[in-house]
């Protein structure tokens, strides 16, 4: 399968947050967003945008103690967290199959704590700091699909 790699930078947190609002009007039902990056690096802004897109008008938070949020938009949106995953086999104790299998769009922060049990057309975001602090280096590799599509008309349009 080939892929579509773009980048993008961010300025700012609000920044970071237009952007995935972009993405989120864009995202259609079965999309894994599966975002990367270190600490404090806009992971939950960027899911913020994407809840947004998505029609939600809900504060997006980070679930970390929770590991799963379900917000409400045009679609159903399985947001989770998995700082705190050991292992593969500890997801599928607690039945990711289900949000990733379900009719919504699933945002998944801290998704390199367990990569082997994504679908292979999972939309990889990663965000990472640059020398100038506040701002942030977005890549987005997408199958070459419709989602790896619409992501050259997203940054083209941005």
């Keep these: 399968m080939t ?4 980048e993008f930078m961010s300025r700012s947190p609000e920044a970071t947050q237009t952007f995935g609002k972009h993405m989120g009007q864009m ?6 967003f599966l975002l990367t990056g270190p600490l404090g690096a806009g992971k939950t ?3 913020q945008g994407i809840v947004w897109g998505l029609g939600c008008q809900e504060y997006a938070r980070s679930p970390t103690f929770m590991l799963a949020t379900i917000y409400q938009g045009r679609l159903p949106i399985y947001h989770l967290d998995l ?3 050991e292992s593969s086999l500890e997801l599928l104790d607690i039945g990711v199959e289900e949000y990733l299998e379900g009719e919504g769009v699933c945002i998944i ?4 704590r367990t990569n ?3 679908p292979v057309d999972s939309i990889k975001i990663n965000l990472e700091y640059t020398r100038n602090r506040s701002h942030r280096k977005i ?3 997408a199958p070459d ?3 790896g599509n619409l992501l050259h008309d997203l940054v083209a349009g941005f």
Excluded at 3 to 6: C, D, K
Excluded at 27 to 32: E, F, I, M, Q
Excluded at 109 to 112: G, K, M, N, P
Aim: proline share 0%.
């Design 3 to 6: 892929h579509t790699n773009v």
């Design 27 to 32: 995202a259609k039902v079965n999309d894994v």
């Design 45 to 47: 802004c960027l899911t």
């Design 83 to 85: 700082f705190r995953i």
């Design 109 to 112: 922060e801290w998704a390199d």
């Design 116 to 118: 082997d049990i994504f």
């Design 139 to 141: 890549t987005i590799i």
């Design 145 to 147: 699909t419709s989602s």
